[in-house]
């Protein structure tokens, strides 16, 4: 088969017999401040290509090729947030998946839950408003035990009742980027791999 292929026409995102956008699965980005040389077309094309029918990308290649940039441009082209991760000789699993971590700033979520229990149970009718942040476990209890309150605000006291035992612990989970990703459905880019430890992408 004598079948010669025009590569600078195969990857052109200004082909005009197709429509591209829904060749690659995602829009054309409008602005960006990538110039696209025929390399950067490819890349391009053969990476929305590959995510269109979701699979991943392992992107090999010199510094300064644009395996970084046709990622940030993917995102943007298709109003995704990209997440992010410079993997190095001591990256750990707790920082792609996430960890636990100590507990931060208590005396302001304590405030701000007590501000939104307070208008809670003034809107419920409780008589017992609560004066101090030690006052609201019981008080919250005792309103939820009540079995007077309308669907949505046992579901807003229920809300407040975890927030404030969430404040007992010492420590927190934190999602990593990899969780953050797949919890809202978007790109995740993990950037130098070839630096991890194989225990770590295992």
Sequence with gaps: MN??????????????DIDVAS?????????????WTSAMQRLFTLVSRALRFNEPVLLVGETGAGKTSVCQVFSTATSQHLHGLNCH????????IGGLRPLRNRTLREAEILKESL???QETGTPQLPQSFSDLDSILTNALKSGSLSAKHQAQIQTL???????????????????EAMRHGDVFLLDEISLADDSVLE
């Excluded at 079948?3 to 005009?16: A, G």
């Excluded at 060749?23 to 110039?35: E, N, R, Y």
């Excluded at 000789?89 to 792609?96: F, G, P």
């Excluded at 009742?161 to 969780?179: A, R, T, Y």
């Design 161 to 179: 009742h975890s927030k404030l035992l969430q404040l007992q612990s010492i420590f927190e989970w934190h999602d990593g980027p990899l969780v």
């Design 3 to 16: 079948v010669k292929i025009d590569e600078s026409t195969m990857y052109s995102l200004q082909r005009p």
């Design 119 to 121: 208008k809670v149970v």
């Design 89 to 96: 000789q001591n990256t750990e699993t707790a920082d792609l």
């Design 23 to 35: 060749f690659l699965g995602c829009p054309i980005p409008a602005a960006t401040d990538v110039i």
